[in-house]
C-alpha cells in the first residue's frame, strides 16, 4: 500500500512507518525519556527496520543516519571503500558506552572473521551531529574525547567487507553475546553493504523478511450445548 507515493511498511500488525517519519534528535529524546523502561539489549540493532525497534521507534531514522554522507565519508577514512554495517546501538548516556568498553566488550560479540571493523560515534542529541569513526583495534574510554558523560550517544558497527560475518550460532561473539545479552541474537541480523562490494561472499539476504502474520480475531464460536 502507497500513499504520495511513499511505501508503508506493515509490521506484525503495527501501524504501517513511513521512512524516515521521526527527525533524529526527536527520536532519541523520546527514547532517552524512556530509558528507565528500556533494557539496552533492546537498543541493540535500533536501525533495523525489521527487529524489535520498531515497537518503540522509527528504525528508518537511525538507518538514514547509517547511510548518510556524514557516517559514509568517517567510515572510508578508516575502513575504505568497502564495508558492511552489522549493528548499531543507542546509549541514553554515554557514561553506559564508556562503561562497556572499560569492561573491554566492544569486540567481544562480534562474529566477523577476519575480526576487524570501525565503530561511528555520533552525539546523537545535539542539533549538528558530528561522526567520528575509530578503527576496532584502538577503541577505548579515550575514543570518547569531550562527549558528556550524560550525552545521548549512537555507535555505528561496521565491518570491512573483506571479512565473513559468521551466522553459526556456536561461533564464539555469538556464543558469548546468546549468553551475556539475552535479547541479543546477532546470527539472524540483516547486514547492509553500505560501500563498494562485499569480497567475501557475505550472506547479505538472511535477516530481510516482512513482518510474521498476526492472526485476526474472528468471531467467538459457540460452546457445543449452543451448536
Not at 31 to 59: C, Y
Not at 64 to 76: F, G, I, M, N, T
Amino acid at each position: 500500500m502507497t500513499m504520495d507515493g511513499i511505501a508503508h511498511l506493515d509490521l506484525a500488525g503495527r501501524d504501517p512507518l513511513i521512512p524516515a517519519t521521526l527527525d533524529l534528535r526527536d527520536a532519541v529524546a523520546k527514547i532517552v525519556a524512556r530509558k528507565t523502561a528500556l533494557r539496552q539489549e533492546r537498543l541493540s540493532g535500533i536501525h533495523n527496520p525489521w527487529g524489535h525497534a520498531v515497537a518503540f521507534t522509527d528504525p528508518w531514522t537511525f538507518l538514514d543516519l547509517c547511510e548518510s554522507r556524514l557516517v559514509l565519508d568517517a567510515a572510508r577514512a578508516v575502513l575504505g571503500p568497502d564495508f558492511i554495517l552489522w549493528d548499531s546501538e543507542l546509549f541514553a548516556e554515554s557514561r553506559t558506552y564508556r562503561a562497556f568498553l572499560d569492561a573491554g566488550r566492544e569486540g567481544r560479540y562480534w562474529p566477523v572473521t577476519p575480526r576487524a571493523g570501525a565503530v561511528i560515534l555520533v552525539p546523537a542529541g545535539r542539533t549538528l551531529p558530528e561522526a567520528r569513526a575509530v578503527s576496532l583495534d584502538e577503541v577505548a574510554p579515550e575514543s570518547l574525547g569531550a562527549i558528556q558523560p550524560d550525552e545521548p550517544l549512537y555507535v555505528i558497527r561496521l565491518m570491512p567487507a573483506t571479512s565473513r560475518f559468521d551466522r553459526d550460532p556456536a561461533h564464539p561473539a555469538n556464543r558469548a553475546c546468546m549468553e551475556e545479552q539475552v535479547l541479543i541474537n546477532h546470527a539472524n541480523r540483516p547486514l547492509w553493504l553500505l560501500s563498494g562490494s562485499d569480497r567475501a561472499g557475505n550472506d547479505l539476504v538472511t535477516g530481510f523478511a516482512p513482518a510474521v502474520p498476526v492472526w485476526a480475531s474472528g468471531p467467538k464460536f459457540a460452546d457445543k450445548e449452543e451448536i
